[in-house]
């Protein structure tokens, strides 16, 4: 799988907020939006405020593809329920993701590297697809001859990313566990997102 190497400072500075949880914040010394002189944006059409959003959920998650989104999307109107909801959780639960929650990784890119590298494990198991559906119960480890990783062992060690209620560290700190399936309120997103909006979007385009 494709990994993303665009502008990451430019997209964070569009949102205005640190999108990617890079520990150097983009955002502390650019207070205006990119272009000349931070001029003012004319307002967005419907149309222009929906992939705004949708671009704002697929950054959070490592810069997704579009047929990522779409696969994720469809899996949630296969059950029962809030449809946003699910397809947040469907998104939330990959395992690249997890692994960043955990904080076995600084950002969702080194946790997409470490998953797509053979450093991980879900339920003792190796598994190095980013896409990977983490389920409640299953125990997600960094592999015992990758804990002395410097990246892993520096970003286990830092505090200031506070993991979710919905998972746990298990035994020792390079081990953790999905307690229950993400609610749409427990999500530490890093800025506002309208979920029902991205859902509306991808059933009127895909």
Do not use: W
């Not at 704002?56 to 296969?78: D, F, P």
């Not at 029962?80 to 890119?109: H, M, P």
Request: charged residues 25%.
């Amino acid at each position: 799988m494709a990994r993303y190497r665009g502008p990451k400072n430019r997209i964070a500075r569009k949102f205005a907020a640190n999108i990617f949880g890079k520990a150097r914040n983009p955002m502390l010394h650019k207070q205006h939006p990119p272009g000349m002189h931070g001029a003012k944006r004319k307002k967005k059409s419907d149309y222009g405020v929906q992939l705004d959003e949708r671009q704002k959920l697929k950054a959070v998650y490592g810069m997704i593809s579009q047929k990522q989104l779409v696969n994720a999307y469809k899996k949630a109107l296969e059950r029962k329920g809030n449809t946003a909801n699910l397809f947040l959780e469907q998104l939330e639960c990959r395992l690249d993701n997890i692994v960043y929650r955990l904080r076995f990784a600084a950002s969702i890119f080194g946790a997409q590297q470490l998953v797509s590298h053979g450093h991980v494990q879900v339920n003792g198991k190796k598994v190095d697809r980013r896409s990977f559906l983490v389920k409640p119960g299953m125990v997600v480890s960094i592999r015992s001859s990758s804990r002395q990783m410097k990246p892993v062992v520096a970003s286990v060690e830092a505090t200031h990313r506070e993991i979710p209620g919905y998972l746990a560290i298990e035994g020792d700190k390079f081990e953790g566990k999905l307690l229950a399936s993400p609610q749409i309120d427990q999500v530490p997103l890093p800025l506002p997102i309208n979920i029902p909006l991205v859902c509306e979007f991808i059933s009127h385009t895909s």
